[in-house]
């Protein structure tokens, strides 16, 4: 099993960080990574909805909306709040577990919109893999297909 | 080729998922209320399930498309419109609950292979062998109310082949027949294709445990280290006569890996996957799972014991505390 738990003091660190940076750091980086291969997706229903994403051992709170161009930071009440903790989310990018297995046993929570929610899991279910790590830098796609295979 | 596996696949990434695992059918739907999984961004539109197709038979292995809703009398056109997409795209089979859906598949594609579906609540083999007579459906997908001797006595009396359930969510034993989430959110599965609209649910962590409500009403609050279950009303948790507790039903999941030599026996053609509302990784790991025993059943089905790591897979991945064999094992009848 994969050791992903963060050194506590890194996530003291980091909890004490105001919400605004990380999450301007989140709309940046996902942009420029994640939106190549995201783009194509219909995102019609998501579209100025807002968004946090907690990543509950990090204290970290990212938050942000998706307009037509790409993700933007934002600081209004989310719509839509998803919690787990940093080893889940990644169990869950990597295709590894099921979000409603994670559910069924507390380590994921959803609050706010459930449609929205529901909505949201299953654009990312039916995005295929292989096209997401095509469009990655090639550092990154490697580092990631490393995780989906162990 | 008795036992054959079938799998759910909500997306396209789910259905080669389960052909990669060892599916030998995927089931799906289309993207509207014409299945009974209709909730929003999953399933297929016409490109995908073409795709799908071309996917599943180059590696030889077939898809099945779930029509199994009733259609409403002023969107008709929806539910005949999907019955001809799916002879146009070549489907194995369409999996159909209505009889006049059915009676209009056979006048308009006479070639196009029926399932009846376990919405159709088909419980005896009088009807099933009536679906047959009328319909010329080729199998019958059975509701998980019968014990497994009464499943048996339906194969000895039809040559329709016959499915069950061997894994997943467990409805209250009224499949094609339930109107619970009607009776909360005017809506259920059978009319628009879907139980405990997604609009209606709410979850909010309290400092009394996290809470799920439909459409306002308590269904359930869960304590800090207790398994949560979906949101539907038959799986709440009531107070009746001053005592809170699954007054309907206990949430469980399905799991019938011990009862496969037996299935073997009775001459089961197939063996249904639930779960299309869920994610790739559950479509793989479960047909991992299945198709280990359903090889290791087929080889030695005297000596066949469900492996403990199986086991362990599927416990992690069901709905609630335990699993259960359902109606097949009870002594009561």
Redesign the interface.
């Known amino acids: 099993m994969l050791n992903l738990a963060f050194p506590p003091q890194l996530a003291n660190v980091v909890s004490r960080l105001p919400a605004a940076p990380p999450s301007l750091a989140f709309s940046v980086m996902a942009n420029r990574l994640l939106w190549p291969a995201l783009k194509t997706l219909d995102w019609q229903?998501l579209v100025g909805r807002r968004y946090a994403i907690r990543v509950k051992d990090l204290g970290l709170s990212l938050r942000f909306t998706v307009t037509q161009r790409g993700f933007a930071p934002d600081s209004g009440a989310p719509d839509l709040t998803i919690s787990a903790s940093a080893r889940d989310f990644l169990l869950l990018l990597s295709?590894?577990?099921?979000?409603?297995?994670l559910?069924?046993?507390?380590r994921l929570?959803?609050?706010g919109d459930?449609?929205l929610?529901?909505?949201?899991?299953?654009?990312l279910?039916?995005?295929?893999?292989e096209q997401v790590l095509g469009r990655l830098p090639t550092p990154l796609a490697r580092a990631a297909q490393r995780l989906m295979a162990t | 080729m008795p036992l054959d596996l079938i799998c759910p696949a909500g997306s396209l990434v789910s259905l080669k998922a389960a052909i990669d695992h060892g599916a030998d059918a995927v089931y799906m739907g289309f993207r509207d209320n014409t299945n009974a999984r209709a909730f929003p961004g999953l399933n297929f539109d016409e490109a995908q399930a073409a795709e799908g197709l071309r996917y599943a038979h180059e590696r030889g292995r077939r898809v099945l498309l779930a029509l199994n809703t009733y259609p409403q009398p002023d969107t008709w056109s929806r539910w005949t419109g999907a019955v001809d997409r799916a002879a146009k795209l070549g489907m194995d089979a369409v999996i159909l609950a209505d009889a006049g859906l059915m009676r209009y598949a056979v006048k308009q594609h006479p070639q196009l292979r029926l399932h009846l579906s376990v919405q159709g609540s088909a419980t005896s083999y009088e009807a099933v062998n009536f679906y047959r007579e009328h319909f010329g459906i080729q199998r019958a997908v059975l509701p998980r109310v019968l014990s497994l001797p009464q499943v048996e006595n339906v194969v000895q009396h039809t040559d329709v082949e016959i499915e069950l359930f061997g894994f997943g969510g467990l409805c209250v034993m009224v499949e094609g027949r339930c109107l619970l989430s009607s009776y909360c959110t005017g809506e259920s599965p059978n009319t628009a294709g879907v139980c405990s609209p997604a609009k209606a649910v709410q979850w909010t962590d309290t400092p009394a445990g996290l809470e799920s409500r439909l459409n306002g009403v308590l269904l359930d609050r869960y304590g800090r280290d207790e398994k949560a279950g979906y949101p539907t009303l038959c799986k709440g948790r009531f107070e009746v006569g001053g005592e809170t507790y699954y007054a309907i039903e206990e949430p469980t999941s399905l799991n019938t890996l011990d009862l496969l030599p037996e299935m073997l026996k009775i001459g089961i053609a197939a063996i249904k996957i639930e779960g299309r509302q869920r994610s790739p990784a559950y479509v793989a790991q479960v047909t991992k799972v299945w198709r280990a025993a359903i090889d290791s059943v087929k080889k030695n089905a005297d000596g066949f014991k469900p492996a403990p790591a199986w086991q362990a897979e599927l416990n992690k991945l069901s709905e609630g505390q335990s699993h259960t064999l359902g109606a097949y094992h009870r002594p009561w009848k």
């Open positions: 229903a295709r590894r577990e099921d979000p409603d297995t559910f069924f046993s507390r929570v959803s609050e459930t449609e929610g529901l909505t949201v899991k299953n654009l279910d039916a995005l295929d893999p």
